[in-house]
């Protein structure tokens, strides 16, 4: 599975930034989608992460409210919609695909996905 991210730039304190990223490769079965993120130094924390019906959804509490994350299996593409960026927001950006035998599974942890794509920059400015 390839993983393609785009999406990322700068913006100021507040904006509006969406990302996406689209799988390519063996594609086929069910797998879940998800977004990690890592600065310079710092653990890589896993942010958002959402299921192959697109009904459940996992965020990191540092997220939640402001980031959503979708999906569009036709198109084997994930998003994820960040507002109200904070300063603290600012990190490279991962997606991550999760083969399952399930339709309803959500990762929750960094360690449950199995492909990594390359990381979209996001900078957000005060």
């Known amino acids: 599975v390839q993983l393609q991210a785009s999406g990322g730039g700068s913006v100021q304190a507040g904006g509006s930034l969406r990302l996406s990223c689209l799988a390519s490769g063996r594609t086929y079965g069910y797998y879940a989608m998800g977004w990690s993120r890592q600065t310079p130094g710092e653990e890589r924390e896993f942010v958002a992460a959402?299921?192959?019906?697109?009904?459940?959804?996992y965020y990191a509490d540092s997220v939640k409210g402001r980031f959503t994350i979708s999906r569009d299996n036709a198109g084997n593409t994930v998003y994820l919609e960040m507002n109200s960026l904070k300063p603290e927001d600012t990190a490279v950006y991962y997606c991550a695909v999760s083969p399952t035998d399930s339709r309803w599974y959500v990762p929750t942890s960094l360690g449950e996905s199995d492909y990594w794509g390359q990381g979209t920059q996001v900078t957000v400015s005060s």
């Open positions: 959402i299921n192959w019906r697109g009904d459940r959804r």
